[in-house]
């Protein structure tokens, strides 16, 4: 029998620690579970929550357990365990993986941690580019800087921008140093690793709220003048994020137990779990493709030799069907020469027919090699047009 979530549990885990804590008992990612916590109807702690708690500010308690009133489909938890994310759902690949087994050995050591430094010092000429484009910037959907031209992928406030920039600086120089290039192309950063391109972004999470009119919009609202009004404004919570393939790779995030200054050599890990996810998916298609091509192959040589057996039945049926016509023919012109022999002697013209026709006999009968003057013959008519 299928198990169940324990829901008295996994309500009071989730306001005894911070969900990001919580979630990797259960496989999953943060988000994944307020969703889950959301399908079972177990509250959770609201935006905010740890930090008042941190300060010493008051916060709501543990709430009460109510009945659940959804589907009991929803209590039952997966046969098999569900991944954090989709970059580490390869992890139990990792000791078929040689080479992403050493990197993991090699960012897990102390002595190859990354350490960012509190201040942008010789920034990569990559940095350098993004600085200037964050000069003259264009806004997001989030109202967030975006740089132009051939930049970092940064999507953080402005006032994120150095902290954003020194840790981006740090990590990409330890790419560098590992023999992982990194590239920038059409607004995307890409690590290259094992001879595969990874998207690397760096994110600030925002907070939604309904839109504000601003005092100038109101104005023109009430001449009624056409002002675009957006249905949300967003709010930079200050929590930075470096995404791994715009997250399906993994991510780290500030948390209450690290920063993600103290989570770098993590995001490396998991961009070499997603770069091993696509070796092995491409290795997997390889193999199925290769399987599909022999398939393919062993049923178009049965094809053939299933066309060959029909092409040799036909041509038996039409030796056969030759050769009843050849004894029709016989069969008829014996009748024919009885019948009128019955009538008198054979003229020379019946005699003529009869050896004509028994000669046609002999032409179409397979089993008789006999020459025609006129069926063998192959007569080309010109065309009536001279060309």
Known sequence: MQDQYDRALLLKEVWSEPLSVVATRYGLSDVGLKKLCSRLQIPTPLRGHWAKLRAGKRVAGTPTLRDYTGLPIHLLKPKEPQPATLGRSIQSSAPEVP????????EQHPDHRIVVPQSLRNPHVLVVKTQKALADPYLDQRDFPRPHGEALDLRVSKAMQPRALRVADTLIKALENRGYPITVERKATHV??????????FFESARRSKYQPTEQQLKKLARDEWVRI?????????LLQVLVDEGYGGKVTDSTKATVEEQLNQVICDVARRAVHFLVSREQQAIAEAERQRRRDAALAQKAMQEA????????????RQWERACLLRRYLDEVEQTWRRHGQLTPDQ?????WGRAKADWVDPFTEAADEWLDKVIEVPSRYSW
């Open 309 to 320: 057996e029909r092409k040799r039945l036909l041509g038996l049926l039409k030796q056969a």
């Open 99 to 106: 080479r992403l087994q050493a990197i993991l050995e090699y």
């Open 192 to 201: 290259g690793i094992l001879g595969i391109q990874i998207q690397l972004t």
């Open 230 to 238: 957006p249905d949300w404004q967003y709010h930079p919570t200050g």
């Open 351 to 355: 005699l003529d027919h009869l050896s």
